[in-house]
Nanobody, 125 residues
C-alpha cells in the first residue's frame, strides 16, 4: 500500500525559509508525479507546485513563483518543497500528493491518488 509521509513545517518569521519533505513508502515500480497543495484555515485546498513523473515539467502557483522550489529524488522516492521569502499569507496546512499519470503536471487535487498527512506552516509577521 502506497503511503506518503511528510516532514518539515513549523513556525517561521516572515522572510524566513522552510523545507518540506514527502517520502513515498510501499511503492510499486515506476516513478510518481508529485505535487504540493495547501489549505489555509477556512479556505479551499489550492495547488502550490508540482513536478511530473520524469522531472521534465514543473508548475507553480503564481503566488509562490520565484519563492518556492519543488524537487524530487526518484531514487529515494522523496519529494521536497523549498519555501523561501515566506509571507504570512503562506500560512496553511500543506499536503503532498502523488499519482502515476503521464504527461504534464496536474493542478487539480482530484487527479492525485495518494496524499500525505498534512503539516502546518505558520508564518508570523
Amino acid at each position: 500500500q502506497v503511503q506518503l509521509v511528510q516532514s518539515g513545517g513549523g513556525l517561521v518569521q516572515a522572510g524566513g525559509s522552510l523545507r518540506l519533505s514527502c517520502a513515498i513508502t510501499g511503492r510499486t515500480a515506476g516513478n510518481y508525479a508529485m505535487a504540493w497543495f495547501r489549505q489555509p484555515r477556512g479556505k479551499e485546498r489550492e495547488f502550490v507546485a508540482g513536478v511530473n513523473r520524469i522531472n521534465t515539467d514543473t508548475k507553480y502557483a503564481d503566488s509562490v513563483k520565484g519563492r518556492f522550489t519543488i524537487s524530487s529524488d526518484n531514487t529515494n522516492d522523496t519529494g521536497f518543497l523549498q519555501m523561501n521569502s515566506l509571507k504570512p499569507e503562506d500560512t496553511a496546512v500543506y499536503y503532498c500528493a502523488a499519482n502515476r499519470l503521464p504527461g504534464i503536471v496536474r493542478t487539480v487535487s482530484n487527479d492525485y491518488d495518494y496524499w500525505g498527512q498534512g503539516t502546518q506552516v505558520t508564518v508570523s509577521s
